[in-house]
């Protein structure tokens, strides 16, 4: 696709500075620039950049006044990085929009969708689904039977959704998520062997959540695991079954939350936390990467270390924790000193 600085401009609100009609066709840093690309200056940090750069066309805030001669084209806005962003997600929304049914596909005749659907090719759509509008299916994604799929949701290449699992409006649930399956249920016997307990439970994601590759979403061995709207999950997380997680929550990649535990809303998980089961963490909470969790949370707490305390508490205790072979030697010689009387 290619796009004129004149309809660049008129996308964002903005003024041309040189040739409306020089044409770019790719997104590029400003120090990594070449003819046919388009890029922007927002940090004064990269300003001697715009002076070498090859990129056709740089976004610029109103203000910029160039100091040498410049060879690219300026379209100057009010704030250039919000300008970028807003290129960016118009960008995403026309190279996304794909409509049709590709072949070969299998749809159940017990199946309904709603208008504008895109659905890529070998994809499985199974008994009693429902699907929304806008919805945008990628090529090899299965979604077992009485699923639900709200409008303007996106299922990106080979996800997996389960059986019984609803899925909200504006969802993005990328490659390789796998939502819906068994959660982690065993009992064993007087034999020390573990047989299955059945998860006859569901998962529920509202709207507005998005959902990282890699990410699994277990099903609850009874009513749902549930993901609240606008929460945003990363890359590689385990989410066990009958976990809660609260609205616009967000969590980092490779974080392990284990059964039944309960997080509130707008808390801030770092990556590689892990989580244990049947505890609450409460709202607005605040995790620190690789920290591991096996209490109860309070609102508004900051937590680091494993396990994890109070993040003002950590940060002391590590300073005595670092200086330790120091403090010892100190008590080493005190205590031959002592010895030697």
Do not use: W
């Amino acid at each position: 696709m290619k796009f004129t600085a004149a309809q660049i401009a008129g996308i964002l609100n903005g003024t041309v500075d040189g040739d409306e009609n020089i044409a770019v066709s790719k997104l590029a840093k400003i120090e990594e620039g070449s003819k046919g690309s388009l890029t922007f200056l927002a940090n004064p940090k990269y300003t001697h950049y715009i002076y070498s750069t090859q990129a056709s066309i740089t976004i610029v805030n109103n203000d910029f006044v160039a100091s040498n001669d410049l060879s690219t084209t300026l379209i100057r806005v009010e704030n250039a990085y919000k300008a970028f962003s807003q290129l960016l997600e118009y960008y995403n929304q026309v190279k996304m929009n794909k409509m049709g049914i590709e072949n070969p596909v299998f749809i159940s005749e017990s199946a309904k969708y709603g208008e504008n659907l895109y659905l890529g090719a070998f994809s499985y759509i199974g008994e009693n689904v429902k699907i929304g509008d806008n919805v945008k299916i990628y090529p090899n994604v299965y979604i077992g039977d009485n699923v639900t799929v709200g409008s303007n949701t996106t299922l990106f290449t080979g996800a997996k959704i389960y059986s019984e699992t609803i899925i909200g409006e504006s969802c993005v649930i990328n490659s390789g998520v796998v939502i819906g399956a068994d959660g982690f249920g065993f009992t064993p016997n007087e034999k020390g062997e573990y047989h299955k307990v059945p998860q006859t439970g569901n998962v529920i994601l509202e709207d507005n959540v998005d959902v990282g590759p890699g990410t699994t979403i277990d099903r609850a061995t009874l009513g749902s695991t549930l993901i609240k709207k606008g929460v945003k999950l990363d890359n590689q997380i385990q989410i066990a079954h009958n976990v809660t997680i609260g609205e616009n929550t967000v969590i980092a990649a490779q974080t392990g939350i284990a059964g039944s535990t309960k997080i509130g809303k707008n808390c801030i998980i770092g990556g590689q936390v892990g989580i244990a089961g049947h505890i609450t963490i409460g709202n607005n909470v605040k995790i620190q990467a690789q920290s591991g969790i096996g209490r109860n949370v309070k609102d508004d707490e900051t937590l680091q270390g494993s396990p994890a305390l109070n993040y003002g508490d950590f940060n002391k205790s590590y300073v005595y924790f670092k200086n330790l072979p120091k403090i010892m030697d100190r008590f080493n010689i005190v205590e031959k000193k002592l010895d030697n009387e």
